[in-house]
């Protein structure tokens, strides 16, 4: 991929590097991705930016919309190729790329291997189902190999935190181990809360940044007790 091209914001000493992926709409550099990013790195995380290759047609000038989610998940797999590995590495994504992250880690195929490094994704909004629509975007939870943590607005026209366990469906909330669900208050899919909350976006947005630190130290710290346990 010769014009892979990341936008890299890093703190001194990051505990961990995130490849965070655009949505559908939007590019590696709209408000919302440069808030999100800026609240990241306040919170020690080193954020990698970069966009799919239809974004990258689209901001050219050539709008393009966004390729079929195997096409996508083969791309996620060219830029963790491209990533350092020097520390933990966790992925990431709002909206579309949240959904990518979760197939991503729930995909066993030998085009898609789990890169060793990677502890996990975060979800910021995730899509679990377009207004008006009946689509399963799921059932392959019940297959994520990493910890997936989503952190869900309460308004999110794309479903709301209580989604899954609102399904009729054989999937339980509690089989679904690898998943944590964390509710953003009266927030909608792109973070914006009600006035009457007292937030705001930036606000919303710095919440789910120091709740994914709270995620990544977690797994940390449950990874090294692990370890300890195993000796």
């Not at 291997?113 to 059932?139: E, H, M, T, W």
Request: aromatic share 6%; glycine share 6%; net charge positive.
């Amino acid at each position: 991929m010769t014009d892979l091209e990341f936008l890299i914001e890093t703190p001194n000493k990051p505990v961990a590097n995130l490849l965070l992926l655009h949505g559908a709409g939007a590019p590696m550099n709209s408000g919302f991705m440069q808030l999100l990013s800026d609240a990241l790195v306040a919170e020690q995380i080193a954020v990698y930016r970069v966009n799919f290759a239809y974004m990258r047609q689209s901001v050219s000038g050539k709008k393009t919309p966004p390729a079929r989610l195997p096409k996508l998940q083969l791309e996620l797999a060219e830029f963790i190729a491209a990533m350092p590995k020097q520390i933990p590495l966790w992925l990431a994504g709002k909206s579309m790329g949240a959904r990518v992250c979760s197939h991503y880690l729930a995909n066993e195929s030998d085009s898609c291997q789990l890169n060793a490094n990677i502890q996990g994704a975060i979800a910021y909004g995730y899509p679990f189902c377009p207004p008006g629509k009946d689509v399963d975007r799921i059932s392959h939870f019940a297959e994520l190999k990493r910890p997936l943590l989503i952190l869900q607005g309460e308004r999110d026209a794309f479903g709301g935190p209580n989604y899954i366990e609102q399904q009729q469906g054989s999937l339980q909330l509690q089989q679904l181990t690898q998943l944590s669900i964390v509710p953003l208050s009266t927030a909608c899919h792109d973070f914006v809360p009600l006035k009457r909350s007292g937030l705001d976006q930036q606000k919303i947005i710095r919440i789910a940044a120091r709740e994914t630190r709270k995620f990544i130290d977690l797994q940390a710290k449950n990874v090294g007790s692990a370890s300890i346990e195993g000796l």
